[in-house]
């Protein structure tokens, strides 16, 4: 508890950007194997330090089998909220769930990051007493505590009743109990956010645990069974207040990303493939007349590609999918960052107007078929993934892995752990920085990144912008 709001808590977006840049990057490390515990790897990224793109401290958990996936920071600025109970909070832990273990780990980054240890241990058997779910995924850091969101019910597989989202005291860490109060038509879970003025949370899909713990099912993805609908909610009342469907043959609707500022009512989900012709697409989302409504605004076709270049399994479409994996907006909601895991290609796009998304950048890594090495000559295997943006706007960060039987299935030569940087033009424009370029230990693969001080995918903001 400080004395004083966290100096790294910012009213508006506007604020946000105006802080001093990153020191240090955090990027969780996971074991696909399960032959080792997963780890924390805090990596230098000061421009002219000596151990720029380094890792200077690894913080290995004393468990197997975790399967690290998304994690996030105790508080941030929506702590700055009217409503907040805890304005004095530090944004000081880091909350990383086991998305198979179901176990989760508090990790304390004061007073230094390169000295960063493990405060608390939450077991799996908490999580399924307090909450009735399971396969914790995404942490937010909400006005009045932890959000978590799972992807699993209960039962061995998962199964038994659907996810859902649940809360966590920010200051103790205690698992309270189910967020929901009347959940509506959702009964499978992926990725939730707010815009905390107009008080509404928006949910996404994915699967439910058969559907993607041992790797992508064909027969279910053929059959249309993945998620494929956005879920939006009174934020206060705890309550579904309606579902758009984009349309049972957009599996996988995934990433959502509102408008940084509150004034703005709209966002983006990523949506992973259409099963009519393997494109991906951006979708915008927005409110109007006290109504939800969604419209597709982009689409990505899929690369052709020798069978000898494909896994197995895509051989039988002779193409590769873009396979759109993550999204991110940058701060000041003028340019939308798309993973493309598949082909291996990053893409930014300028979402001035956000029902018209214009490409403006564009750089390959990776990819399936492609496999673009870095500009320094080194390989990349895999393609973007999970992006991070700092604050400015002028660094994008990613790694290369999606989840460790996935990662198996469409990459069966290996996915060595990587991390890069692209820098951005003020008007727009990617670059690959050639000097920033983290490979991982071997045997682990590296997987979402969060920035020191807070970031683009954190942070939820109470005032507009200036």
Not at 94 to 111: V, W
Not at 401 to 408: G, K, Q, R, V
Not at 434 to 449: L, T
Request: net charge negative.
């Amino acid at each position: 508890m400080t004395m004083r709001p966290d100096p790294t808590f910012h009213a508006s977006p506007r604020l946000a950007m105006e802080a001093p840049a990153e020191n240090f990057a955090y990027t969780l490390l996971l074991s696909p194997d399960f032959s080792k515990p997963d780890a924390l790897a805090v990596i230098d990224v000061k421009p002219g330090s000596p151990t720029y793109s380094q890792i200077v401290h690894t913080v290995t958990m004393p468990n197997k089998g975790d399967e690290f996936h998304h994690f996030g920071w105790n508080a941030c600025s929506s702590a700055l909220s009217p409503l907040a109970g805890h304005a004095f909070i530090e944004r000081r832990y880091l909350i990383i769930p086991g998305l198979r273990s179901s176990r989760i780990y508090i990790i304390d980054t004061k007073p230094d990051p390169t000295k960063a240890k493990i405060h608390k241990i939450i077991e799996p058997e908490e999580v399924f007493k307090k909450t009735g779910y399971s396969r914790p995924h995404t942490i937010h850091c909400g006005p009045d505590g932890i959000y978590v969101s799972t992807l699993g019910g209960g039962g061995k597989d998962g199964t038994n009743g659907p996810p859902g989202v649940f809360i966590m005291d920010c200051e103790t860490f205690e698992v309270l109990g189910r967020w929901e109060i009347d959940r509506g038509p959702q009964t499978r879970h992926y990725d939730f956010w707010w815009n905390l003025p107009r008080d509404y949370m928006v949910t996404s899909e994915w699967a439910l645990p058969p559907q993607f713990e041992n790797g992508i099912v064909p027969e279910d993805l053929l059959s249309n069974k993945y998620g494929h609908c956005l879920h939006f909610w009174d934020l206060r009342a705890r309550r579904n207040v309606q579902t758009i469907d984009l349309g049972a043959n957009h599996q996988m609707a995934l990433e959502v990303r509102p408008a940084h500022d509150p004034v703005r009512e709209y966002g983006f989900v990523g949506v992973v493939v259409d099963t009519t012709n393997l494109e991906a697409s951006i979708w915008t989302w927005w409110r109007e007349g006290g109504k939800f409504h969604a419209e597709k605004t982009a689409t990505i076709p899929p690369e052709p590609a020798p069978k000898e270049k494909l896994p197995p399994l895509l051989q039988g479409f002779g193409a590769v999918p873009p396979l759109v994996t993550d999204i991110d907006l940058s701060m000041d909601d003028r340019f939308l960052y798309v993973s493309c895991w598949g082909t291996g290609e990053m893409r930014q796009y300028d979402v001035s107007d956000p029902r018209k998304p214009k490409l403006a950048g564009s750089v390959h890594i990776g990819g399936i078929a492609r496999r673009t090495p870095h500009p320094n000559g080194k390989a990349f295997a895999a393609g973007p993934q999970m992006v991070e943006i700092s604050r400015d706007g002028r660094r994008v960060y990613w790694t290369n892995s999606l989840y460790s039987t996935w990662d198996d299935q469409f990459y069966p030569d290996g996915v060595p752990g990587v991390e890069v940087m692209a820098n951005v033009g003020r008007n727009g424009g990617l670059e690959l920085d050639k000097d920033y370029f983290v490979s991982f230990p071997d045997g682990y693969r590296a997987h979402q990144i969060r920035l020191e001080g807070g970031d683009c995918s954190t942070d939820s903001f109470c005032y507009p912008s200036a």
